[in-house]
T-cell receptor
């Protein structure tokens, strides 16, 4: 099983450019989320989705858009990149809480983004 | 807002020592508490998950305890090895169906031979 796959692993952007970080999971997980990790800040939730067609904001959503057209994919879009968005981004997924069981997240390997 | 604090921020020990990593959280209304391991340049790997009804979980040389009333969890690593060197993150789940995790900043552990 591939688990959670993130692409690209590294990206350098100029201020104002747009890009999409891709996230795909092959575990039929209902819940998917995006976190960013900054030095000394821990991981912070950007956006999340509890199923196809349903998305919502997390703690730090400004400057990011998401969509969930399929169960497998949850892309994160930066419409106009800013230096403050330089970070490591992690996608994570888990089975639906409503079907029982704890919310054990499976994380992707991360995407390191630098905005100049 | 839930706040998660991990102490110490960094720890360096010789191989073979038993050690304890600490995690505290401000809101005791949690559903789960998880300990993760993160290696440099890698993603997070879930080590142990403690549900709110449990007091501890064990996996090999790792033992995690949870005291909801005091808002504390500890991760005990027995007979540490250089391969245990990594950053250890604690995260709590407030129990909504949305499964949002609140993370601490981590403890960076170095085990030297």
């Amino acid at each position: 099983n591939a688990g959670v796959t993130q692409t690209p692993k590294f990206q350098v952007l100029k201020t104002g450019q747009s890009m999409t970080l891709q996230c795909a999971q092959d575990m039929n997980h209902e819940y998917m989320s995006w976190y960013r990790q900054d030095p000394g800040m821990g991981l912070r939730l950007i956006h999340y989705s509890v199923g196809a067609g349903i998305t919502d904001q997390g703690e730090v959503p400004n400057g990011y858009n998401v969509s969930r057209s399929t169960t497998e994919d949850f892309p994160l879009r930066l419409l106009s990149a800013a230096p403050s968005q330089t970070s490591v981004y992690f996608c994570a997924s888990s089975p639906d809480r409503g079907r029982g069981g704890p919310n054990v997240l499976t994380f992707g390997a991360g995407s390191r983004l630098t905005v100049l | 807002k839930q706040e998660v604090t991990q102490i110490p921020a960094a720890l360096s020990v010789p191989e073979g020592e038993n050690l304890v990593l600490n995690c505290s959280f401000t809101d005791s209304a949690i559903y789960n508490l998880q300990w993760f391991r993160q290696d440099p340049g890698k993603g997070l790997t879930s080590l142990l998950l403690i549900q709110s009804s449990q007091r501890e979980q064990t996996s090999g040389r790792l033992n995690a305890s949870l005291d909801k009333s005091s808002g504390r969890s500890t991760l005990y690593i027995a007979a540490s090895q250089p391969g245990d060197s990594a950053t250890y993150l604690c995260a709590v789940d407030r129990g909504s169906t949305l499964g949002r995790l609140y993370f601490g900043r981590g403890t960076q552990l170095t085990v030297w031979p």
